[in-house]
């Protein structure tokens, strides 16, 4: 079965520091997505970024991006230059087939706090 | 604008009664999921549906039923068999597994 774990359950920056977040996954497939959501207290699911596993090059999205490394299994999020709105719960997912379904596994999420 | 609508926001019920949450989308997408969010925990799917008149059941289906008549819609309905249904319940959909999943603002659901 596959599963995600996030090994950090909160972290708390300063405003314009640089912050990553880890997820570990585990997988047999090897064609796979993953995902970085993004829960503000609003508890709105907001996409931030997702990565497929073909793919060697790290996406990047704005100040956001990931360090994939396929081997290892690894997916963290680095957030530039954090502002006061980064402040959310986040979520690793990882997206899989299933009997024809596409279903997204859920890590338990990093709770993230940008102090002024 | 497309998106998901869930209504109530917030519903309260009392010990032993059934309870339906509304899931509408207008995305005209295939597949919708309903996720159960607790404290501390990440979502646990619950059931899903590929397509109009057909469900399967997610991790944690017990206590729960959905109905999928209208592709727009996929209600799900918290039987007074599941035993702790106080919880944050959010719906999505999707049509293309490599865009990820599209979620509604989610529903408080509180037993009292």
């Known amino acids: 079965a596959q599963t995600v774990t996030q090994s950090q359950p909160e972290m708390s920056v300063q405003e314009a520091e640089t912050v990553t977040l880890s997820c570990t996954y585990d997988t047999s497939e090897n064609n796979y997505y993953l995902f970085w959501y993004k829960q503000p207290p609003s508890r709105q699911m907001i996409l931030v970024i997702r990565q497929e596993a073909y793919k060697q090059q790290n996406a990047t999205e704005n100040r956001f991006s990931v360090n994939f490394q396929k081997a290892a299994k690894s997916f963290s999020l680095k957030i530039s230059d954090s502002q006061l709105g980064d402040t959310a719960m986040y979520f690793c997912?990882?997206?899989?087939?299933?009997?024809?379904?596409?279903?997204?596994?859920f890590g338990q999420g990093t709770r993230l706090t940008i102090n002024p | 604008d497309g998106g998901i609508t869930q209504s109530p926001k917030y519903l309260f019920r009392k010990e032993g009664q059934n309870v339906t949450l509304s899931c509408e989308q207008n995305l005209n997408h295939d597949a919708m999921y309903w996720y159960r969010q607790d404290p501390g925990q990440g979502l646990r799917l619950i059931y899903y549906s590929q397509i109009v008149n057909d469900f399967q059941k997610g991790d944690i289906a017990e206590g729960y039923s959905v109905s999928r008549e209208k592709k727009e819609s996929f209600p799900l309905t918290v039987t007074s068999a599941q035993k702790n249904p106080t919880a944050f319940y959010l719906c999505?959909?999707?049509?293309?597994?490599?865009?990820?999943?599209?979620f509604g603002s989610g529903t408080r659901l509180t037993v009292v």
């Open positions: 999505a959909s999707n049509m293309v597994w490599t865009e990820g999943y599209t």
């Open positions: 997912a990882f997206m899989k087939h299933d009997m024809g379904a596409q279903k997204l596994v």
